[in-house]
Every structure is written in C-alpha cells, then in structure tokens.
C-alpha cells in the first residue's frame, strides 16, 4: 500500500484522538458545575439528535427491536457505565492520568477475546499484557492505604469498555453501525436521566455549560467518523499505534487548561503501557503475515 495511504490513515487516527480527548476535556470543564450523570444525559441527547440525523440521512435505520436483542443490551449497559465511571474519574483526578490508564484498553480487549472468542494469543503477547498491566500499576500507584476511588473509577471504565468493544463483535454484520450507535446513544441518555437523582439531582445549567457539552458531542462524533476513516484508508497494523496520541493531546489539555502536570511515574507508567501496546500490534500484524510470505524472508545462514 503506497506510504500516503497510511499517512492519511495516521493524519485520520491522530485526529480521532484529538476529537475524543477534547470531548473529555470538556466534559472535565463542567464536572465541578453538574453531577456525571446530567452530564451524560445533556451530551446523550445532543449526540442522538446528530446521530439520527446522520442515519435517517443515509437510511440506516432499521426496526427498533433489534433494542430486544440481549448483545445490543449487553453493549448498551456496558455503555453507560464505561461514561459514567469515567467521568466521574475525569472530575477526580487529572486527565492525562486518566488517559494513561485508558491506554491499557486495547491490552484489555486482546486478553478478553483470547477468554472469550478463543483468539490464539501466544506467550510474547501474553507477557505484553502483564507488562502493561504493570504500566497501570506504576500509574496508579497504590498507597498505604489502596487504590484511590478515582484509579478504581478508570480501571472500572477500562474494563467495561472492553466488554462493550467485545460484545461488539458479536453483533449480527447485517445491522447498520450507524443504527447501533443510535440505540446506544439514547440508551446512554436516558440511563444518565436515571442517575441523575440518585447523583445529586438536577443543576441549573449555564450557556457556557452547554455549549462546552455541545460541543463535546460534536466533537465525539467526529472522532468516530475520522476512526472509520482512519481505518479504511490504511494498513491497521500502521494506523492502530497511532491511538496512542491521545494521551500526548490530553497530557497537553492538562497542562493549558485546568494546569495538571503529569509527574514523572505517570510518564514512565504511560511509556510502558504503550510499549507494551505497540508489541501486541506488532505481534498481531506478524501473525497476519501468509506462511509463503514469512518462509520467503531470508534467514540467518547459522
């Protein structure tokens, strides 16, 4: 594939990522001002109108019974409380901490297709995954005293948005993505009016507030889009790494906006996770490589 595919494919990549750590970043800037599951509820119904429009426009919109269906339940639940923790988490701790934890996730996602979906993932994968998994560690840190309530928050929310990326999988190939995303979008909305009692209750929402969250939906969606892009255009195994952008532009909202500097063992931590991360790929993508093509690399004459 000729290498401005994959640049494109990596320009795509890198912006997804700085749209989905914008959106948190705005999301961070109102947790002080309004609980996380009005939060969730005003960004949910901002992204379902979008949504919808986008897939009545292209007529993607199916029966709503495929809401009946258990894996579409199952993902949509997983969902909620992957936006949930981890909003919550975002007003408890600072972000570029909160993206490094998330890097672990595609770590996640491999272990659990290899329990699940038996996927074959042999012992350098396997040590990738417990090496990342340390990275988290070193990020975290736990004290004398545990694990703080806002780490346990993110690892909780890395943990179902596995779930939720694995039960992707499992849907059925004929339904729309596009309608799925629709479901979920007003699933998560209507759970987050759920919370909002038992979180403290609806609070008076000001125009900047809600701006900041239109604007996080906006830029959530186009995340999603240039992700589809991203991987239509280019060599997954060029294009994927590229994920790991997103914690150089949220370290960067950090520092400009709410003045958070990531200290030394979050950055070895993260330096870790991605490591770790960038091995599975390669691993992955050497997997994928023919036999024929790998019997035609020349080998060493001892």
């Not at 992957?82 to 996640?108: E, H, K, R």
């Not at 479901?183 to 759920?194: D, E, I, P, Q, Y």
């Not at 195994?237 to 909202?253: D, G, K």
Request: net charge positive; hydrophobic share 55%; aromatic share 10%.
């Amino acid at each position: 594939m000729p290498r401005s595919r994959n640049t494109q494919g990596a320009i795509f990549m890198s912006l997804a990522m700085a749209g989905f750590s914008s959106s948190d970043a705005l999301s961070k800037s109102v947790i002080s001002y309004m609980n996380a599951g009005e939060i969730i509820f005003i960004r949910g119904v901002f992204t379902s109108i979008l949504v919808y429009l986008i897939a009545r426009h292209l007529g993607a919109l199916r029966s709503w019974r495929i809401v009946l269906k258990p894996i579409i339940i199952l993902r949509v639940i997983c969902e909620v409380l992957a936006a949930v923790f981890y909003i919550t988490a975002l007003g408890m701790m600072p972000i570029a901490n909160a993206s490094a934890i998330l890097q672990s996730l595609p770590l996640v996602v491999t272990f659990g297709a290899a329990l699940f979906f038996r996927e074959p993932v042999g012992w350098r994968r396997w040590s990738a995954i417990l090496v990342g998994l340390f990275g988290v560690m070193i990020i975290i840190r736990p004290g004398p005293e545990g694990f703080t309530p806002a780490a346990l928050l993110c690892v909780a929310s890395v943990l179902v948005t596995a779930g939720r990326d694995l039960a992707t999988r499992s849907i059925d190939p004929e339904i729309p993505s596009l309608m799925v995303t629709v479901v979920t979008a007003m699933s998560v909305a209507f759970f987050g009016a759920l919370l909002m009692p038992a979180l403290g209750g609806w609070q008076p929402v000001s125009l900047t507030s809600l701006s900041h969250l239109l604007l996080a939906s906006v830029l959530v969606l186009i995340g999603y889009q240039s992700v589809i892009l991203a991987m239509r255009t280019g060599e997954v195994s060029f294009v994927a790494p590229f994920r790991y952008t997103s914690l150089v532009f949220s370290a960067l909202l950090g520092v400009f906006f709410f003045a958070e500097v990531p200290d030394f063992w979050t950055l070895c931590g993260a330096a870790v996770v991605i490591a770790s991360g960038l091995y599975t790929f390669y691993r992955e993508a050497k997997r994928r490589v023919p036999p024929m093509a790998q019997e035609s690399e020349p080998r060493s004459p001892v």
